[in-house]
């Protein structure tokens, strides 16, 4: 069960991954958990285009705004901080 | 060359969630009254987003004849009713000779959107092979100015503007100069915007920038915007024209400046408002100090809010706080294609009664901003020159300036 779950995660991180990848049109491999979105080139409407994505692939809704980006809720300072967001939804969801 | 024609305003009309009419309208921004609620459309459960400034007991069949409604969608019906008020106000006898020299140059960013939510409705969710056979000229951006030149027998220059969230000022910009120029002596002008629907909410939704709550421009807590849906119609009137007939006379059109940022799709920009506002003023002959009224295009997102306000400050430089400065999209929400039609309803208020309408829902300032944004309650103001801005997605500005009649 424990290895299951592992492995759904490691799923989840490569999935997010190509989401944002695709976004600063870059290989996946080029990301790191620390990355940035703004340092890779993702403006506003990319940010926007790549929560639909992780919305469209994972079926879940992310709590986003983006008047209020600060906002606890979802956060979006890093690759890793949204990768671990996703898994969150993704459990909250299957619970 | 003889001197420029001056442009005034005879006849002011509106149907938008804060009235019915003008009056109704200046008592609700008198009164600050925030107009935003649930909204009531088809399948709002499915809505993330389920508030919205609603024009509230309109019953389109206690205006228009049932054969006529069926050429009529929403964005046109509201514009027909805000036209007749106004031609109404006006007092303007159409002859044969004027009738060529007056047109209708109308805003809507969404144009039929009702028409087109409902057909697509029918064709792909409810599986049917055939739609009413007006769909096309109903849903048509045109439609509502080609409904009012008809109403009314104007038979001159005549077109719709489509700027997103600038439209209306751009067509009263564009009504202002046809007249000035001498292409027209009478132009009906404004706009109007239908967009409440599920597929128009729902597009919106996407690009997360809606509000939850309610619409806080300028306030440090604010989350977005809310839409509304109403627009509002004006008769602008060559000057010695007016005068000649005895017109009642509700404003100079004084000054219309436009620009482009040719920067982003949805980011505002500050040059390219600062450089609207500037050529509005100049084209109105007056510096920034002569500016007593600001009317915002403050939608209440973060974006918008805080480049308005640079530009602001760069265009008034030190007197930027204490001129008042206010959005009313904070009572009747942000009525797209139709906003600044209704926001020019704020200006007439300023400068005919000398009341500044509030920015509402205010209740915390935001150190970014810097300005007197007439928090929460009217007040009362001297206001001889009143400049409405409208900053549209596409980078797309226009920016009106007003001056209070005292006389030619």
Redesign the interface.
């Known amino acids: 069960m424990g290895l299951d779950i592992m492995h759904g995660n490691d799923l989840i991180a490569e999935r997010v991954k190509a989401i944002i990848a695709e976004q600063a049109l870059i290989e996946p491999s080029e990301l790191t958990l620390q990355s940035r979105l703004a340092d890779l080139g993702i403006d506003s409407l990319g940010l926007v285009e790549c929560i639909f994505g992780i919305e469209e692939a994972f079926g879940v809704s992310v709590p986003f705004n983006a008047n209020t980006p600060d906002q606890p809720g979802f956060d979006i300072s890093s690759v890793g901080a949204i990768i671990a967001e996703v898994e969150k939804l993704v459990a909250r969801q299957a619970a | 060359m003889g001197r420029m024609r001056r442009v005034v305003i005879t006849g002011a009309g509106t149907l938008n969630p804060l009235g019915a009419d003008v009056a109704t309208t200046w008592a609700a921004m008198r009164a600050g009254r925030c107009a935003i609620g649930p909204l009531t459309c088809r399948d709002v459960d499915r809505l ?1 987003v389920q508030i919205g400034a609603e024009i509230a007991g309109f019953v389109p069949e206690d205006h228009f004849a049932k054969t006529r409604l069926s050429l009529l969608d929403r964005f046109s019906q509201i514009a027909l009713v805000a036209a007749r008020q106004a031609m109404a106000q006006s007092g303007l006898h159409m002859t044969d000779a004027l009738a060529l020299r007056a047109g209708v140059v109308l805003g809507t960013a969404g144009g039929g959107n009702t028409t087109v939510d409902d057909n697509y409705r029918t064709v792909y969710a409810e599986g049917k092979n055939r739609v009413h056979p007006f769909v096309v000229p109903r849903l048509m951006h045109n439609a509502a100015t080609s409904h009012v030149s008809m109403e009314f027998g104007l038979k001159g220059p005549s077109f719709t503007t489509s700027t997103a969230c600038a439209s209306s000022n751009h067509a009263m910009g564009q009504a202002m100069q046809l007249v000035r120029w001498g292409a027209a002596d009478v132009m009906v002008t404004g706009g109007s915007e239908a967009m409440l629907g599920f597929g128009g909410i729902k597009a919106w939704e ?7 709550d309610t619409c806080r421009p300028f306030c440090a807590n ?3 915007m809310v839409q509304g849906e109403g627009g509002a119609v004006f008769v602008f009137e060559e000057m010695e024209h007016a005068l000649a007939r005895n017109a009642p006379i509700l404003a100079e059109v004084a000054g219309f400046g436009m620009s482009a940022d040719a920067a ?4 505002p920009d500050l040059d390219g408002p600062v450089r609207a506002m500037r050529a509005a003023l100049a084209d109105a002959g007056l510096g920034p100090d002569a500016v007593d009224y600001v009317n915002a295009h403050g939608t ?4 918008n809010d805080r480049i308005e306000a640079q530009a602001l400050h760069s265009v008034l430089g030190g007197r930027a706080a204490q001129v008042p400065v206010s959005s009313t999209k904070s009572m009747h929400g942000h009525l797209i294609g139709g906003t600044s039609a209704v926001e020019m309803l704020a200006c007439l208020l300023a400068l005919q009664e000398g009341v500044i309408a509030p920015t509402v829902n205010y209740t915390q300032p935001d150190p970014e901003i810097g300005l007197d944004v007439v928090p929460n309650a009217a007040r009362k103001a001297d206001i001889s020159v009143a400049m409405s801005n409208a900053f549209a997605f596409g980078g797309l500005n226009a920016v009106l300036v007003l001056r209070r009649w005292a006389g030619a």
């Open positions: 993330s996407g690009l997360r920038v809606m509000a939850r604010r989350s977005g982003d799709i949805v980011m209440g997102t973060a974006a």
